[in-house]
């Protein structure tokens, strides 16, 4: 059944587990994730981008996620807007059946300019006020994603600040989050701690320096009964990049976020984690392995089944690692 993202992360807060949340843009990612959750009973959270909407269609998504509820009536899943840029993108979200929204107010509509407090007090607010009355959850956002290495917004899939960043901008500040939790009243908090979106995030194995798990404690403590989100957290793991390599593609040496560091941010108080990059990483190594494999072959089903067959991997692999696995 389709539910609101308050209910699943209520639950995960009270028996101290995680809920990864899979960007969806197709079926097979659709059909991998429900399959991962059926075979863990996990609960679901599966998320659209602006771009996800657009790529498949409003009317295709609609319907991907409808199939999903239908085919697994034990399985409670939210289907959450991801990165909604403006209180309008919420609305269409809404209007499109979704259960749940995140209004980031971090950066403009543009995507790439910083936006001022009262900005994102503002547009959050906005959003909570539209989606509270209609059961619908709300995840705000407070801090600019981006890279304490390189003091850089997060541009890698097209969306993140321009320019240099301070150290200020790129890690959320405790205080402030309390004042925007109180302020805004919404259900889930996206933080600022050094991870970016995509595949390039760190150019070594992550220490504190750069991936800062002990300013998540601050912000708990500060703020004990909001539910924390971690974006762009993707591990990234070395065996898919091995794969990708191996089978033709070029992928720079690149770092991801260990599984320990997230499953050490689950005991103070993340209860979302953002997986998109995983997935990608896992499809496209299933397919360039198999079309290397198999030249001859051109049946889309037939390179399309390992790949949804690595994506449900991650996503059991996830299930398990965050102690999602067992409460559907
Ligand atoms: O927020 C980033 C997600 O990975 C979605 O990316 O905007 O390319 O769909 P996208
Ligand atoms: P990754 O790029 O690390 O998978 O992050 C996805 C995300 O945060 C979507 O909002
Ligand atoms: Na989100
Ligand atoms: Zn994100």
Known sequence: ALVSMRQLLDHAAENGYGIPAFNVNNLEQVQAIMEAADETNSPVIMQASAGARKYAGEGFLKALIAAAVESYP???????QDHGQSPDVCKGAIAMGFSSVMMDGSLLADGKTIADYDYNVDVTTKVVQMAHVQGISVEGELGCLGSLETMKGDKEDGHGAEGTMTREQLLTDPEQAA????????????????????????????????????????????????????????SVPQDLLAEIREFGGDMKETYGVPVEEIQEAIKHGVRKINIDTDIRLAMTGAIRRFLAENPSKFDPREYLKPARAAAKKICVERYNQFGTAGNA
Do not use: C, N, W
């Open 179 to 234: 004042d925007f939790a109180k302020r805004t009243q919404i259900d889930a908090l996206a933080i600022a701690i050094g991870t970016s979106h995509g595949a390039y995030k760190f150019s070594r194995k992550p220490s504190g320096d750069i991936l800062a798990i002990e300013r998540i404690k601050e912000i708990h403590r500060r703020l004990p009964t909001t539910h924390l989100v971690m974006h762009g957290s993707s």
């Open 74 to 80: 034990h399985i409670p899943v939210v289907m959450h």
